[in-house]
T-cell receptor
Framework: DTGVSQDPRHKITKRGQNVTFRCDPI?????LYWYRQTLGQGPEFLTY????????KSRLLSDRFSAERPKGSFSTLEIQRTEQGDSAMYLC???????????????????FGPGTRLLVL | AQSVTQLDSHVSVSEGTPVLLRCNYS??????LFWYVQHPNKGLQLLLK??????LVKGINGFEAEFKKSETSFHLTKPSAHMSDAAEYFC?????????????FGKGTKLSVKP
């Protein structure tokens, strides 16, 4: 399977615990994105990487959230001191990132993984 | 600022009848628009995308969408619904412009298909 993969698919944790999710993008995709999707809503952008550099973070990404992409391949998203409001589906996506300029950005296709469903008790 | 509004949260059709999922967008420049589908417990799959070429865009599984600038709409249609089309559909605009190209999703339309 050459698509985007995420691990684990499901995670149940107690409030206050730390959790870490992993995303493996499509091979050779330079850009990697994290989104959060709560029940009944569309996904909301959290952050993205161009290779190993984290270039943008949403205001949704509080100080308890940290994301890394150390070698420009897989990425991890860690949530510290989880709260019940963190319960959601966390989606990862990747794209080629080969385009330059505004119009190239706008035309890129992002390919999504199956997501990690987090439940904080 | 870019945004999308999906006009129906839930659409129900009978198998074999046409599907219409409505989406209006707001953009300060010529947008790129997408439709994604999400089946239960599966990732988002791209159905089709519009990037300022032909205004009628054909996608996978018999879906198509028409970009209408005068109406700021990008409605998704299919001539004949199949049971396997039951899923959640998201209309999406790309937030290009002067910022990074992350996607802005609508709230989704859940499509039910009755036998």
């Amino acid at each position: 399977d050459t698509g985007v993969s995420q691990d684990p698919r499901h995670k149940i944790t107690k409030r206050g615990q730390n959790v870490t999710f992993r995303c493996d993008p499509i091979s050779e995709h330079n850009r990697l994105y994290w989104y959060r999707q709560t029940l009944g809503q569309g996904p909301e952008f959290l952050t993205y990487f161009q290779n190993e550099a984290q270039l943008e973070k949403s205001r949704l990404l509080s100080d308890r959230f940290s994301a890394e992409r150390p070698k420009g391949s897989f990425s991890t998203l860690e949530i510290q001191r989880t709260e019940q409001g963190d319960s959601a589906m966390y989606l990862c996506a990747s794209s080629t990132g080969m385009g330059q300029g505004v119009l190239s950005w706008a035309k890129e296709t992002q390919y999504f993984g199956p997501g990690t469903r987090l439940l904080v008790l | 600022a870019q945004s999308v509004t999906q006009l129906d949260s839930h659409v129900s059709v009978s198998e074999g009848t046409p599907v219409l999922l409505r989406c209006n967008y707001s953009s300060s420049y010529s947008p790129s628009l997408f439709w994604y589908v999400q089946h239960p417990n599966k990732g988002l799959q791209l159905l089709l995308k519009y990037t300022s070429a032909a205004t009628l865009v054909k996608g996978i599984n018999g879906f198509e969408a028409e970009f209408k600038k005068s109406e700021t709409s990008f409605h998704l249609t299919k001539p004949s619904a199949h049971m396997s089309d039951a899923a959640e559909y998201f209309c999406v605009v790309s937030r290009g412009g002067g910022s990074q190209g992350n996607l802005i999703f609508g709230k989704g339309t859940k499509l039910s298909v009755k036998p």
